[in-house]
């Protein structure tokens, strides 16, 4: 018997469970492959941006940046953050879409920046200058070391007392009297409340509970590493921003030596360990080659992972109004990693019956349901 069953160990359900321990609650974690963060997390782009999503996310991530930037003592040996910027270019046909972005920048934290050819060839010297007019910098957004957070979550939920299971995919979850009954590959577990952070496959577990679900898509994004061009050096392009288009159709950063590109695609898929298509991965390199003086003959690398969204693309945080001690983090997108540590400490204050942080108050009512102050979520373990 425990207070929360988590289901899912990426990086929503890591955050989750991590911050309920530091409540005082009794959490196990149920990890159905196993390795946590197989499909999302560790396939992410791992890029902190407080210019991305609409007006909850950029909230979640900008309450995320403090964590992220001094994290707890002893959470990590390394930091979190590592600046690199971003440089979004108008090319052409694209500038309602750059008008919309530098508005839209200008109230971040860091407030974007216009850069007219030369400035933006001095971000990025190998740009092309003929493929774009102007071009906005975001001078705030940075790398996320995704691996060292991620397991930072892991390793205190574990000292908290916590307990993480692999291999343990549900197949059945019912609530009688009182307390929820999981069944998995692992074994039997019992709750008082239930967390529902498995990505993709949250809405299946929400089925398995008879919930309602929330209407979320999985979405496929491809990414892969190409060897830089003959005459071009991993010291002359580490320092690059991410360069990206305004109309978000590829985005390329450094990465391992090399160039990380991808399409930005977002193809419907089911639930599973997607696979990257080939024609995703030639779109990935045709863009970016379009607004570069640089040629890639080789891919060294090549992957895809799994985005999932509500129609809305807004989070589904908290407990579920229609069955006590059900509690959703969900449906985080392509914002998981970055703002991990704002919306899982959300989910912890409205599945216990605290007061979310004072810097999540105005994004309550824009990420989850009003909550029943009877539900029997409301307890201090």
Not at 125 to 131: D, K, N, V
Not at 203 to 214: C, G, K, N, S
């Amino acid at each position: 018997m425990t207070d929360f069953l988590v289901a899912g160990g990426g990086i929503a359900g890591a955050a989750a469970g991590w911050h309920l321990a530091r409540l005082g609650a009794a959490v196990t974690l149920l990890e159905a492959e196993r390795t946590p963060g197989t499909h999302a997390t560790g396939r992410s782009s791992a890029l902190f941006s407080e210019y991305y999503g609409n007006a909850p996310v950029r909230a979640l991530t900008a309450a995320s940046r403090s964590f992220l930037t001094a994290p707890p003592p002893g959470f990590t040996e390394v930091p979190l953050l590592t600046p690199r910027g971003v440089l979004a270019l108008e090319t052409p046909g694209t500038a309602a879409a750059y008008e919309a972005a530098r508005d839209a920048g200008r109230t971040a934290p860091q407030p974007v920046t216009e850069l007219d050819r030369p400035g933006a060839l001095r971000l990025c010297p190998a740009l092309r200058p003929e493929a774009f007019r102007r071009a906005l910098h975001k001078p705030g957004a940075c790398d996320i070391d995704v691996d060292a957070l991620h397991q930072g979550f892991l390793r205190g939920l574990r000292a908290a007392g916590g307990t993480v299971v692999t291999g343990a995919r549900v197949r059945t979850l019912a609530r009688s009297r009182g307390r929820w009954h999981a069944a998995t590959a692992a074994g039997e577990f019992t709750a008082r409340a239930v967390v529902n952070a498995a990505g993709a496959w949250a809405d299946e577990l929400a089925r398995l509970a008879e919930v309602p679900p929330a209407g979320l898509v999985a979405r496929r994004r491809t990414a892969a590493v190409v060897a830089l061009p003959p005459g071009h050096t991993p010291a002359e392009v580490a320092g690059w921003p991410m360069v990206t288009d305004v109309a978000d159709t590829f985005y390329a950063k450094p990465e391992s030596g090399g160039l990380l590109l991808s399409p930005a695609d977002a193809t419907p898929v089911p639930p599973g360990d997607v696979r990257p298509d080939d024609l995703d991965v030639a779109l990935a390199v045709e863009r970016f080659e379009s607004v570069v003086r640089m040629r890639f003959r080789h891919v060294r690398h090549r992957w895809a992972g799994l985005r999932t969204s509500p129609p809305d693309d807004t989070p589904v945080v908290g407990p579920d109004p229609a069955e006590p001690g059900f509690c959703w983090l969900a449906g985080l997108g392509g914002y998981g990693i970055q703002t991990a540590p704002a919306a899982g400490a959300l989910l912890a204050a409205l599945a216990t019956g605290d007061a979310p942080p004072p810097a999540l108050a105005p994004v309550v009512p824009g990420v989850t349901p009003a909550r029943d102050p009877g539900s029997p979520l409301a307890h201090r373990p």
